[in-house]
């Protein structure tokens, strides 16, 4: 009897939770492919090389629609940090610090846009520390989209379910003062970071993490993201580095369980591939194999596309 109850309840919140299919994704010309969106493509102050050769490569690689970013806290540092660390780093990209950083920044991006092969979406990627600390205005009031990095936090509690819902809450707050899409970035393979770091140090075999270790979620808290982020103009991403973890058996499994439910229940999410560096760059990036699985298809990560395309087609002719 209460096996059939619980039965009942799931199949009950399985229900409750399933979206109609959305009119108008009817046709393939309508939908960019998951490998042809790159929704955070890092192309600032760690760029290696010029612009152009690095945009080359990722359309070399079938990309067509982008968010250019960068870390925005690079631009609040010292200039002697910041000359030692490019040095370093043998970066290619110089920019300016502070306000005329960030400027020519989104110059930068502007002049990509201008390429006619791509579409390019400018965008930052803001510590999730900063939705506690306070939020830079200027720059963020440049972008078309923000980006929110979720730490792995090694060394201190792993990512969760807890954490996602605080912040949606705060990015549902930050919305009212900037309103533009806003992405949680890579909140599941940073969880499975801390955790295989944490076994690692404690002499422990991270093989034997098991995938209920590395679930995100706890019982009801997927229902109250799915409740939260209902209609709203939030995404989660999936990240490139779901892809290593999608390798190991435990992780895959805790990242279907995760995941498959929240993009069955209408849940928005974006592809992305971090990139970096030239080592990332000259990779194909192939997210069917990793996002499929998890229900996360190119009909659900198109959503921010046409919402930022819609955004743009109403800015154009403001003013005017
Ligand atoms: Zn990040
Ligand atoms: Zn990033």
């Not at 201190?156 to 992405?183: C, F, H, S, W």
């Not at 801390?194 to 590395?214: F, P, V």
């Not at 928005?268 to 298809?297: I, N």
């Amino acid at each position: 009897m209460i096996r059939s109850i619980v039965v009942i309840c799931a199949l009950a919140v399985a229900a409750a939770a399933q979206t109609q299919p959305v009119p108008g994704q009817g046709l393939a010309e309508g939908l960019f492919q998951l490998h042809e969106m790159d929704m955070h493509l890092h192309a600032g102050m760690e760029r290696p090389v010029d612009m152009k050769t690095w945009i080359d490569l990722a359309v070399k690689d079938g990309r067509k629609v982008f968010v250019l970013l960068d870390h925005i806290e690079l631009y609040r540092r010292s200039q002697a940090d910041y000359d030692a660390w490019r040095e370093k780093s043998k970066f290619f990209a110089l920019y300016p610090l502070g306000a005329a950083g960030h400027r020519a920044l989104m110059t930068d991006f502007d002049n990509v846009a201008r390429r006619g092969d791509v579409i390019v979406f400018k965008g930052w990627e803001v510590s999730e520390r900063e939705l506690d600390s306070g939020l830079e205005d200027a720059p963020l009031r440049m972008a078309d989209v923000l980006g929110f990095h979720i730490s792995p936090n090694n060394g201190g509690t792993p990512p969760n379910g807890r954490t996602l819902i605080r912040r949606v809450r705060q990015l549902l707050e930050a919305q009212k003062k900037y309103p533009v899409p806003m992405i949680l970035f890579h909140p599941f393979p940073m969880r499975m970071e801390n955790l295989q770091r944490t076994a690692q140090k404690q002499g422990r075999d991270a093989k034997t993490i098991t995938a209920s270790e590395y679930r995100f979620f706890q019982p009801g808290e997927q229902e109250e993201l799915i409740r939260l982020l209902k209609g709203q103009s939030i995404y989660v991403e999936m990240n490139w580095d779901t892809e290593a973890y999608w390798k190991i058996q435990a992780c895959r499994d805790a990242l279907i369980a995760d995941i498959k439910p929240l993009a069955d229940a209408g849940v928005q999410f974006t592809v992305g591939s971090d990139s970096h560096y030239l080592a990332h760059m000259r990779k194909p990036f192939r997210p069917a194999s990793w996002c499929e699985p998890a229900g996360v298809t190119a009909l659900n990560t198109n959503t921010v596309v046409r919402e930022l395309l819609a955004i743009r087609a109403k800015r154009s002719f403001e003013g005017k």
